[in-house]
């Protein structure tokens, strides 16, 4: 998402070089939605991996789709969703196009509809996985009845959730235990929160606690907060929004970061201002 018109705007040179610094630091996977960018994303992306020289099985990219946002490249009238099986279908196989990919690794439905017909839906994929065009297929932001209600009709392979040290309601709501019975991976977008965004009594806390950690793992502030997400035993993947190449390193590093059990605690009371119950 940031790394087209919605963030840096980065030149199709640029994201050449950035895909093979990923991949150098065992960063694989791309996560997309045809919205990013205003719908632009996709398609400044696939012109770049076209060029790229590097192989497709190397690689995962997982689209969403869903969002009828406003926006000049789309005659919206008003933000709303849409899930009907051709529309779906024919999302999935823009963003092919747009990739430059004849298939995804995965496909997401980006955020609920109110009107989604589960039957519908589950057709919809049937086709593209039949057809080769997605290999699994997944949900984003889906509450455990909503994932309960699409994954009757067809496999959920991972649901795609805000979760962070300042937004972890999933532990509480039966999200995150939701996904472990069902063997869904989650995947978590914003994994650094707003920490290093606000500057609140409660920011202060957690940098207080992350610095006196610092020296203890070797690690830097950010690499801790994706520990933390790490250590949860539902096997969470953070999805990384930074395009700062050091920042990809240390990301990557983040996994060799085992926590101890009570420094995971201290982290987490430092961010609720109190012990747990």
Known sequence: MTWGNWGKQL???????????????????????????????????????????ISRETIQLISKCGIQYQSENRNNKVKHYNYNKDYIIWSAEESLKN?????????????????????EIAEAISVLKSDGKIKEFGVSNFTPSQVDLISNYTEISVNQIEFSLTQHSAMHDGSLDQMMLKNIKPMSW?????????DTEQTRHIHKQLGELNEKYKATEDQLLLAWILKHPSNIHPVVGTTTKQRLIDSAKSVQINLDLEDWFLILVASQGHKVP
């Open 99 to 119: 990739l430059k990919t004849e298939y995804l690794d995965l496909f997401l439905l980006h955020r609920p509809s109110p009107l989604m017909h589960p039957e």
């Open 11 to 53: 030149s199709k040179k640029d994201m050449i070089e950035l895909m093979h610094h990923c991949i150098s630091n065992m960063i694989t996977t791309f996560d997309h939605a045809d919205i990013y960018g205003g719908y632009t994303t996709e398609a400044d992306f696939g012109n770049a991996y076209k060029e790229s020289k």
């Open 190 to 198: 914003s994994p650094l929160g707003f920490v290093f965004k606000d």
